[in-house]
């Protein structure tokens, strides 16, 4: 779906923040980008994203370039428009494609439902707690259909329970859509729940220090599960090697 | 509490009145501030009107302008290089430096008064919505870009709603300054023997020693000031409750 090739990203104040990331993204594939902070991880995920080029190496969409719509973006804050109701701030993506609010009105409430906030299409973002408002920024990601789901650190800011739940929810969703989803994190224990494959990169300059296949079942209760326990001490190892090379 | 402080420094300056038999022509009390204002209230009272028609007039022409100049300012880096130095360089411009000169230049009296305040009345208008069009939030940019919006739907559905508490807080602002603008033309004008607002009435107050007369259309610009300000303060309070609740 995704092929990455030699990427590096060199910022105008010479700052260099990616070096010689190659990989590639698979259809329906989650993967995890671990790292520590300024790594670069939501550099990378920007360059997926077109927001901003290499400097050097390519990024090939197999497809084609994706047209507008068909990333999907979950940001760290939540960013709703506060002006507009839940159902608005979903609709606005398409809005912005020139579709009909009245034509598309079952798409915006599928997009609710799929996060469970249906109840809540006309409330205005300062009627929502945090959680909410990132699960109504989830489906605003979902409701063009994207091809791809990028999520830069979307949990970070929410408190423990709130972020075990949504934990659950984007993963349930993911096991129905089948979408490949790529969810920047700095936590072990979120990338090694999430994720089917976790990419550790390395601290500055940021490069793929491991790519590991995470083979979790998906029956078994995932926080406890011996791979799960296992999956996070590997990851912390690799990290605590990283960050002393 | 500031209408009882307010009664409390009233008394006490009445009292000092009396207490030292001060002439009304050097300090008048309370008491013959407000029997010079009901002796008078007919001509005082049209000459408020007049200058609040000025000040109104004024703060419509700022907005106006303010608003577009930081369009055209948020628009490009160039069109910014050409307003910005122009217009800070007439908001440092003393108004009572070129109030003369406007004056002989804007043949008609009343829209002279007009130009003088709004050159008094723009610049915040200007400044705060430029701060607000340029503080429009990076990622719901990037929101924007990823689903292909033109300029104009950024425009209009993003960077002028998300500048309007900036435009608000300027417009507060110049709402005051319009009035003072107004006052400083009225000043200039009634000097040169045009007769028109509460400025004029103060100076022929101040010509014909009539103290008391002088201190009650003061009082009135004063009234008239909080209740632009309070005025104007709930008009912004009620706009972005009506926006975000």
């Keep these: 779906m995704i092929d990455l090739s030699g990427v590096s990203k060199r910022f105008p104040n010479g700052t260099l923040a990616l070096e010689n990331i190659n990989g590639h993204i698979g259809q329906g594939d989650f993967i995890a980008l671990l790292g520590p902070s300024g790594c670069g991880k939501s550099t990378l995920l920007r360059l997926i994203a077109g927001l901003e080029q290499p400097s050097k190496g390519h990024i090939i969409w197999q497809d084609g370039s994706p047209r507008p719509g068909e990333i999907g973006f979950v940001f760290q804050d939540s960013t709703l428009m506060p002006w507009l109701s839940a159902a608005d701030n979903v609709f606005l993506p398409l809005k912005l494609r020139g579709k009909n609010k009245a034509a598309t009105k079952s798409q915006v409430i599928t997009a609710l439902d799929q996060v469970g906030l249906k109840d809540f299409a006309g409330s205005k973002p300062a009627a929502l707690s945090g959680g909410m408002k990132m699960r109504v920024s989830i489906a605003r990601a979902l409701v063009t259909a994207p091809k791809v789901l990028l999520m830069d650190e979307p949990f970070a800011a929410l408190d423990e329970f709130t972020r075990h739940k949504l934990q659950e929810d984007l993963r349930r969703l993911w096991r129905a859509e089948q979408k490949s989803i790529i969810f920047v994190t700095h936590s072990i224990y979120e990338a090694a729940f999430l994720a089917t494959r976790v990419l550790v990169m390395s601290a500055r300059p940021g490069r793929i220090a491991a790519d590991i296949a995470c083979s979790i079942g998906e029956s078994e209760d995932r926080r406890i599960a011996p791979d799960y326990i296992a999956l996070v001490k590997q990851l912390s190892d690799l990290l605590r090697a990283e960050s002393l090379a | ?227 632009i300000y309070t005025a104007l303060g709930l008009f912004s309070h009620l706009m972005l409750r009506r926006r975000d609740a």
Excluded: K
Aim: neutral net charge; aromatic residues 10%.
């Design chain 2, 1 to 227: 509490m500031p209408v009882i402080f307010g009664i409390i420094g009233l008394c006490l300056w009445q009292g000092a009145i009396w207490i030292t038999q001060t002439p009304a022509y050097v300090l008048p009390g309370p008491i013959a501030i407000v029997t010079a204002y009901f002796d008078d209230y007919g001509t005082l009272n049209a000459a408020l009107l007049s200058t609040l028609t000025v000040t109104f007039a004024a703060l419509l022409a700022a907005t106006v302008l303010g608003v577009v100049l930081a369009l055209v300012m948020a628009a490009s880096d160039l069109a910014r290089a050409a307003v910005q130095p122009w217009a800070v360089t007439l908001q440092v411009t003393p108004i009572v430096a070129i109030a003369p000169l406007i004056i002989i230049w804007v043949n008609q009296p009343f829209l002279a008064l007009v130009v003088c305040a709004t050159i008094v009345a723009f610049f915040p208008v200007l400044s705060n919505t430029a701060a607000g069009l340029a503080a429009t939030p990076h990622d719901l940019l990037d929101l924007f870009r990823l689903n292909g919006a033109t300029r104009l739907q950024t425009l209009l559905l993003l960077r002028l709603p998300a500048a309007l508490p900036y435009f608000l807080a300027g417009l507060r602002i110049a709402g005051t300054l319009a009035l003072v603008g107004a006052v400083v033309a009225e000043f200039v004008a009634g000097s040169g023997g045009f007769a028109s607002g509460l400025a004029y009435r103060i100076l022929e107050a101040g010509y014909r020693l009539e103290i008391p007369r002088m201190f009650a259309a003061l009082v009135l610009l004063g009234f008239a000031g909080i209740a």
